[in-house]
């Protein structure tokens, strides 16, 4: 795979997939309601996809080594990666009552990450076990963290 398509892959995948993770997580634990996952779900879709496309965009310019072309790529391969794994987490939602999908979603997304984890450190020639921990790790502290701080907002403001 070029590495243009490879570097926006890779962060619209990894991005949204814990995006849409931690949010999801947190507005169940701060509201409970299925709407507002949804609405969620699909604001991380479109406005995080455009935001994390720009920000590689930008970031891919101040290198100075790329071409154009290779620029765009990289911007169009984060945003249709974000968007499309961002909207892959609206199906349990629709498909469960709200609690199972989270858990679902938690299990679809930790399994996503790791599989590429474990083919990134393949790649690379590291020791996938090391990769795929530390990259779960973070997943879980993000998973931990939004849940607690959707506690606290729904028990303060709620």
């Known amino acids: 795979m070029r590495h243009s398509l490879k570097v926006g892959f890779s962060f ?4 949204g997939i814990i995006t849409t993770l931690g ?3 947190g507005l169940h634990s701060g509201t409970h309601s299925k709407l507002a996952v949804i609405g969620g779900v699909l604001t991380i879709a479109i406005a995080d996809a455009f935001s994390d496309a720009l920000g590689i965009h930008i970031s891919e310019e101040s290198e100075n080594r790329h071409t154009v072309k290779e620029i ?7 945003f249709f990666s974000k968007f499309i ?20 979603s938690i ?7 790791g599989i590429f984890s474990y083919g990134m450190a393949k790649e690379q020639k590291e020791k996938p076990w090391k990769v795929v921990a530390e990259h779960l790790i973070i997943a879980f502290v993000v998973i931990i963290i939004t849940h607690l701080v959707g506690d606290w907002i729904g028990s303060a403001f709620g």
Not at 12 to 15: F, I, Q, V
Not at 85 to 96: M, N
């Open 85 to 104: 794994f961002a909207l892959t987490f609206i199906i349990p939602v629709f498909l469960f009552e709200l609690s199972t999908a989270i858990v679902v």
């Open 12 to 15: 619209g995948l990894t991005s």
């Open 23 to 25: 949010l999801m997580v």
């Open 72 to 78: 765009w790529e990289a911007t169009i391969s984060t």
């Open 107 to 113: 299990i679809w997304g930790l399994s996503m990450l």
